[in-house]
């Protein structure tokens, strides 16, 4: 998993300083990108193209004073400040997420939760993901 350097900071001062996720344990939840149809976890577009939206995410929440946190595919650094982005192993500053694989990341996500909990998990966007957290441990 890709994110941005720390450290972790949920405030407003976090927001506008662009760093990472406070450590903690967070909801899953399915997304809805309504407002720019950018990421949805269900409903995303199946081609693999890099422009085709929406693209596949997961939501954490509550965050505090930061709203849109992400688990979503990203290419090279510029989609990664505030989100989280799957990822093979980064090796060394000038290597970066490659967005193929980052998406396939996603998508085996999404999959593998819903197979996890089967009629459990939600028929629509938006909403709480049964049984599943993400837990962000402390400062690297």
Not at 27 to 51: C, F, R, V, W
Request: hydrophobic fraction near 30%; aromatic fraction near 4%.
């Amino acid at each position: 998993m890709v994110e941005r350097q720390g450290p972790g900071d949920n405030t407003s001062t976090g927001v506008s300083k662009h760093r990472r996720v406070a450590a903690g344990t967070y909801e899953l939840h399915t997304h809805d990108g309504a407002s720019n149809n950018k990421y949805m976890t269900i409903g995303y577009s199946p081609s693999a193209q890099i422009n085709k939206l929406p693209k596949p995410a997961l939501r954490l929440s509550p965050t505090g004073s930061r709203t849109g946190i992400l688990i979503h595919p990203a290419n090279g650094y510029l989609a990664s400040i505030g989100c989280l982005n799957p990822a093979s192993a980064l090796n060394g500053p000038n290597d970066n997420i490659q967005w193929s694989d980052s998406r396939s990341r996603v998508i085996a996500l999404i999959d593998d939760l819903k197979a996890f909990l089967g009629s459990q998990f939600p028929a629509s966007n938006n909403k709480k993901i049964p049984r599943c957290q993400c837990v962000i441990d402390g400062e690297p």
